[in-house]
């Protein structure tokens, strides 16, 4: 089997148009994609009338770029490099990266509210740590050095270029006490609460569950995540217990104050392993409108193809923005982590400046000895989608890569058409 859907074939013919200058006529929407259907069909066309894969591959990128009902640009208003037709088969490689880099900076110039997490919990239980490690590149190692947090710090952050967001990181109390909790909370969208597993957390429990009160009786059914933190320093098999003993304590204590449907997530973390970065990932997706888009999305391609899973990762944070929605078992998301080190170290080896070594057309792929290969594709400098494949599926690579690139695309345009304003609106507002 390559990439099944033999019936795409007949289809295509009336969806598309010749090589010389239409755009054609297959449309992308953002929570239906058309992926791999078309693609395929395209493909397969293209091949028996004698082309070049890489050819047909970038004619259908354009097309799904800025074909007019598709592309971000929809109310006609295109950039003039579009209308003039550069964007056609005789593209250039630094062109689509213009264009690439003109939709990115439209989006930059956007500025929708920003989702505000507050780190929350008792003094060194490990919230700065936290932070970090995950988005300043210190080393576990160099997180016993750091000192108390003794004013409230803000971190505007981003995962990839489009989801950004920011962190509120504040001096934990030292007993289970809401003193300033209402002003380090009065901005907060979501709470991260830290919990030390390794010490008695009972007052952190008392903490947890009082806080969650506090903002009901204020009438914010604001979401928890919690923590529970340092999981590396609890005997292994013991793990499971503490975590279904804290949730159970925590759950009784909410429902003995009439709180029935709290929005709340619990997850062992520890600096010292990958769960850390997979916890963070679910609490970034939590605070993203496109999740469930883009799930849609993976799920079509992973249905429609021999990829296993598919994860599209920030590659700077190891933050898994989304994944088709396939359970996945922790080892696979620590392999991606594995990857994301290994692509980040041929970079800082090989890159210029440590920036990329794939272009737009390349990628990186790794056959494990255990059947397994794991692929990375770009879609911007930050973020990657992530592949994982079984070896005797023996993938045409050729096919992938259309496959890909147009997912790629189609990930760029969800995120500009799920922002608050459109470029173009944003542009009628400032002459208003
Ligand atoms: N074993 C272990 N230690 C951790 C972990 N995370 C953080 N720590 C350690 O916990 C200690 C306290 O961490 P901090 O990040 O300063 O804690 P904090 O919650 O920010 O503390 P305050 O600033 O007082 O509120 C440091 O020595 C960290 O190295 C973890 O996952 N495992």
Request: glycine share 4%; with cysteine; net charge negative.
């Amino acid at each position: 089997m390559s990439y099944g859907l033999t019936d795409a074939c007949e289809t295509a013919s009336d969806n598309i148009t010749s090589t010389d200058g239409e755009y054609h006529q297959y449309l992308s929407h953002y929570n239906t994609p058309v992926l791999l259907h078309d693609i395929r069909s395209l493909h397969t066309q293209r091949e028996g009338g004698g082309e070049r894969v890489r050819t047909s591959c970038r004619t259908v990128n354009t097309a799904s770029r800025f074909h007019p009902q598709s592309s971000p640009y929809s109310n006609g208003h295109h950039p003039s490099s579009i209308l003039n037709g550069h964007n056609r088969l005789d593209d250039t490689e630094e062109q689509l990266q213009l264009q690439q880099q003109q939709i990115d900076s439209d989006y930059g110039e956007l500025a929708p509210d920003r989702p505000e997490l507050l780190m929350w919990g008792l003094t060194k239980s490990g919230k700065t740590s936290i932070i970090k490690l995950i988005f300043d590149k210190m080393t576990a190692g160099e997180t016993l050095q750091l000192p108390e947090t003794k004013m409230i710090l803000r971190h505007e952050l981003s995962c990839g270029i489009h989801v950004k967001f920011k962190i509120c990181d504040v001096p934990g109390p030292k007993t289970a006490s809401l003193l300033d909790f209402d002003t380090y909370s009065a901005e907060c969208t979501t709470i991260v609460f830290v919990l030390d597993a390794t010490e008695d957390c009972s007052d952190s429990i008392n903490l947890l569950v009082s806080s969650v009160q506090q903002l009901y009786s204020q009438g914010r059914n604001i979401r928890f995540e919690v923590l529970i933190h340092k999981i590396d320093g609890v005997h292994e098999p013991d793990r499971l217990e503490r975590y279904s003993s804290i949730q159970q304590k925590v759950t009784v204590m909410l429902h003995e104050c009439s709180i029935e449907e709290p929005l709340i997530n619990f997850y062992l973390t520890s600096i010292y392993d990958h769960s850390i970065h997979e916890a963070f990932s679910k609490i970034v997706q939590n605070q993203m409108r496109q999740l469930r888009a883009l799930e849609n999305m993976l799920d079509l391609v992973t249905a429609s193809t021999q990829l296993d899973k598919i994860f599209v990762c920030d590659i700077s944070n190891k933050i898994f923005l989304a994944s088709d929605t396939k359970p996945v078992e922790s080892q696979i998301s620590e392999l991606c982590c594995d990857v994301v080190d290994v692509y980040k170290d041929i970079s800082s080896i090989y890159g210029q400046n440590s920036s990329s070594v794939l272009d737009s057309m390349s990628n990186c792929t790794i056959e494990l000895s255990i059947g397994l290969v794991l692929y990375l594709k770009d879609i911007n400098s930050t973020t990657a989608l992530i592949c994982i494949l079984k070896r005797e599926s023996r993938i045409n690579e050729a096919l992938m890569e259309v496959n890909l690139n147009v997912l790629k695309q189609n990930i760029q345009e969800l995120f500009l058409a799920n922002s608050n304003y459109s470029p173009r609106q944003q542009i009628y507002r400032s002459m208003e």
